[in-house]
């Protein structure tokens, strides 16, 4: 397992961005897809975007498609999620998370292991 740390969140208007940031410690984060979730009160955590290890292949829940992008950077281990055009449907606490899977980006919550205490987005109407 790794640990996790988010940051980054906030309180922003409708139609703003964030970009949310997680630090991994260990040796092994270079080799492990990495993932974002929400949850909103009342409600269960879902998907958000799912990045490889190499980088090289992404994923993203319909909801977010072509406003979020998920990114790394291995060197640092980071990975960050910039988040645009931001909704009140947006407004969450969200979790980074890590999984020992390395060859593709997976969306579900099953294939991670290791998980940040979460960093609240809310989005204003």
């Known amino acids: 397992q790794v640990q996790l740390v988010e940051s980054g969140g906030g309180l922003v208007q409708a139609g703003g961005s964030l970009r949310l940031s997680c630090a991994a410690s260990?040796?092994?984060?270079?080799?492990?897809?990495m993932g974002w979730f929400r949850q909103a009160p009342g409600k269960e955590r879902e998907f958000v975007a799912a990045?490889?290890?190499?980088?090289?292949?992404?994923v993203y829940a319909d909801s977010v498609k072509g406003r979020f992008t998920i990114s790394r950077d291995n060197a640092k281990n980071m990975v960050y999620l910039q988040m645009n055009s931001l909704k009140p449907e947006d407004t969450a606490v969200y979790y980074c998370?890590?999984?020992?899977?390395?060859?593709?980006?997976?969306?579900?919550?099953?294939?991670?292991?290791?998980w940040g205490q979460g960093t609240q987005v809310t989005v204003s109407s």
């Open positions: 990045i490889s290890a190499s980088s090289s292949i992404t």
């Open positions: 260990g040796r092994t984060f270079s080799s492990r897809a």
């Open positions: 998370a890590a999984t020992a899977l390395t060859s593709s980006a997976y969306s579900g919550r099953s294939s991670y292991d290791s």
